[in-house]
């Protein structure tokens, strides 16, 4: 609905008519452009409250479809580092993966929802994964576990502060 969209953009400051990324599921279609609103109406879609609205407009911005179009089934991951991470409850411990955290799964959710809405992802003629593959309702999203790790933070590691919140796409 109108209201629950306009509760998710309380989630960030940015314009609701800003251009926050580009995205396409083939290499074959131009990307489409979409607006922070559009963003938040899939976040919505998901189940996702404003606090997820930051990590989800980053993945956004990133242009990456969460499932590329391939006659082979691919998926992606997305890993959360910096305080966002602590501040949205995501996990990045025990069952990281599983639909145990909601952070992490409407994130992961939200992710799949812009790929096939703001990506354009049609079986058969932009999307060719000959099976597809569970793992695209979620996609691998999931906090980076900095606390317990033996190395620098992934982000640290790439020239981001420790302070920093990210987001990365593999």
């Not at 990324?21 to 990307?31: A, I, K, N, Q, Y």
């Not at 997820?52 to 590329?68: D, N, Q, T, Y």
Request: hydrophobic content about 40%; overall charge negative; glycine content about 10%.
């Amino acid at each position: 609905t109108e209201e629950r969209v306009a509760h998710m953009l309380m989630g960030t400051a940015a314009d609701p008519d800003e251009i926050v990324g580009r995205m396409t599921v083939t290499v074959h279609e131009e990307s489409l452009e979409y607006t922070v609103e559009k963003v938040a109406v899939n976040a919505v879609m998901a189940g996702a409250g404003p606090q997820h609205l930051p990590v989800i407009l980053a993945l956004a911005a990133g242009g990456e479809a969460s499932m590329p179009s391939s006659t082979t089934s691919f998926a992606r991951m997305a890993v959360v580092n910096g305080p966002i991470r602590n501040e949205i409850g995501m996990n990045s411990g025990l069952g990281a993966l599983s639909p145990f955290n909601h952070a992490n799964t409407v994130i992961g959710r939200a992710w799949t929802l812009m790929s096939l809405n703001l990506g354009d992802a049609r079986p058969g003629e932009t999307f060719m994964g000959s099976t597809g593959n569970n793992v695209n309702y979620n996609n691998m999203t999931f906090a980076e576990n900095e606390e317990r790790s033996v190395w620098e933070p992934f982000h640290v590691r790439r020239g981001f502060k420790r302070e920093d919140s990210t987001v990365s796409i593999f």
